[in-house]
Structures are given as C-alpha cells and as structure tokens.
C-alpha cells in the first residue's frame, strides 16, 4: 500500500495566501522525505466563506517538490471547464512531473457552483460525459472532430502533447452507486483508470461501492486497475481523545461549509445540513494513535482491495503544526505497519 498527500487548498478569506501556499510546500517536502508516493488535490470555486486554490495551477506550483511523485488531481469539476483547456493544461503537467500526471475528474454536486459560472446544473453530467470523451481524443489522436450537445471541435489538435503513452491516466469521482457503475464503463484500467472514493462518504458506503465498482467491471469484461485509490480523511496523534480534541473543530468548520453547499441532503446521508460532531465523525474519518490509524485502514484494504490511500489532513484553518504532525506520524509510524502487513 502506498499513501498520497491530498492538498487541501482551502482557506479562509483573510488568510495570508502566500503564506497558506508555502505551508503547502512545506506539507509536500515533509510527506515526499517521508515516502509519501504521490500528491492529490481537490477542486472548489473561491467565493462565500472558503478561498480555494485552482487546482491545475497550484500543482504546477508545487511540481518542483513533487519530483519522482505522482501527481493529480482528485477530483477536478470538469464540467465547470471547456475540456481543451483542461487537456492543454494537463498535458503541461504531464510533461513536467515526466509522465507521472494522473486527471481526476467528476461532475461536480455543487449547484451554485454552476450558476455562478453560467451553466446549467441539470446538464451536467452531459457535459462531463462528452468533455471526459473530448479530452482523450484530443490525448491520442491528431486532427479530432467532435460534435456534441455542449462541445465541438474542428479539426482541433492538442500541440502541447502529454509525455505518458497512449495518454495519462484518469480518476473517476462519483458518490452514488451510478456514478460509480458509470466510472467503471469509462475506465480503461490497463491504463491506470479507476474510480476513486470520496472522503465524504461513510465507511460502510465505501465498502458497498467498492464492491459495486468491481462486480460492474467484472460484468464489463475488465480487470481492477492495479492500483486502486480511495480518499479518507484522517488524523494522527498520540490517541484517539487528542485526535478528536485537536482537530474536531477544524473538521466541523469544513463541513460547515459543505452542510451550506447541501452536502448532506445530496450525498453525506445524515438528514441534516449541519450533523454534530460524533456523528460527523463516525465512519466518515479515520483518527487516533498511528496503530488505530494502520489497523483501521488495512481493514479498509481487506474490504475494498485499495492499494492507495490519498490521505485528506487538513481542514479549514486548521494549524500547520498539526498537519505536519499527522503527516510525520503517517510517514514514521503507519506507512511500515501498512507495507508489512500488504507486501
């Protein structure tokens, strides 16, 4: 099993923003010293009550501390973007992290995201599947000729060409058991492709997706990828009680947010805009000691097969000395308890 940093770009409006970039840089330097195989970050419109960083950009930010790591994205809204941009701008990825560049897209659950760019939520997924279709043709072939409900292109050929061959691989988000049977049909797992977890779904949903992603690829006549991503948040600390103590507040206050943006009447299940604090805990984080850390997440590997783990550590406005520590906990402590027990 190998663990990825997930960057959490999230910020509070009044942030020192330069300073919130290099705290990135330092959490990216720590976890790469400390065997962290790869970085991920999400992606959120800046506006309200969050400042969040665009994510393609602040990749090619942190490029130069990622080298010999993976890079991705987890999860891009595609359809907030025109697919040549994206493909122009994961290609340069690509070519800077040396074929090492993973796009991770999903159709987005935000609605005012949408109308805040102009676009109309219910055609979304439209717009993912036909940009998803775009983005790789313009990956692999020359002069591409597309015409859909929302893109066309004629004659278009991406100059700025991805260095991985035939193309880089690609994540595929989804919270319900739809979009999960819909990424297993978009996914070439020979080339990498997979279905990725989000971190807001509880664990009992992931092993029950999980299962769902492989059984529909087995009914597709394909293999599960070899390396099979899931998200989770998680906290390290010297227990459980200091885990919670330490990092609640910063969690309540994401999922603050989120319970505005209607997480939990779409996709989080609790009935409620704001849950308290068990039951935004339950299921939903993995927290405590590193043992209680390892043990928990070596069951999730049994249950769902993961073999990669993008680890979610920071919440908003939570202090750096706490993120480096879970980072230096999971680097010293839980990454070789895990590659002892899954070698």
Known sequence: MDLHLFISAEH???????????????????????GFEGVAIGNHLSYGDTAW?????????LAPEAKGMQIATCMLILPLYHPFQIAEQAALLDAVSGGRFALGVAPGWQQD????MGLDF???????????????????????NFAGRHFTANDLTLALRPVRRPRPPMWFGGSVEAAVERAARLADTRLGDSWVASSHLVGNVVRRQAECFREALDALGKPMPARFPMLRNIVVAPDRETAVREAGPFL????????????????GGVGKDEPDLDELLAGRVVMGSPEEVADELLSLSEATGCNRIVTRIQWLGMDQRLVLRSIDLLADRVLPMLRKETR
């Not at 995201?113 to 805040?116: A, D, G, K, R, S």
């Not at 439209?126 to 692999?140: A, M, N, P, Q, S």
């Open 252 to 267: 309540e206050a994401s999922y603050r947010v989120f319970g505005q943006w209607g997480l939990f009447r779409t996709i």
């Open 53 to 61: 960083f665009p994510p393609l950009e602040t990749l090619l930010h």
């Open 113 to 116: 995201e949408f109308e805040l």
């Open 122 to 144: 219910g055609r979304r997924i439209g717009r993912y599947l036909e940009g998803v279709d775009l983005i790789r043709r313009l990956f692999t072939e020359g002069a591409v």
């Open 12 to 34: 509070r409006p009044d942030a020192h923003m330069g300073e919130k970039m290099a705290e990135h840089v330092e959490q990216l330097r720590l976890a790469r010293e400390g």
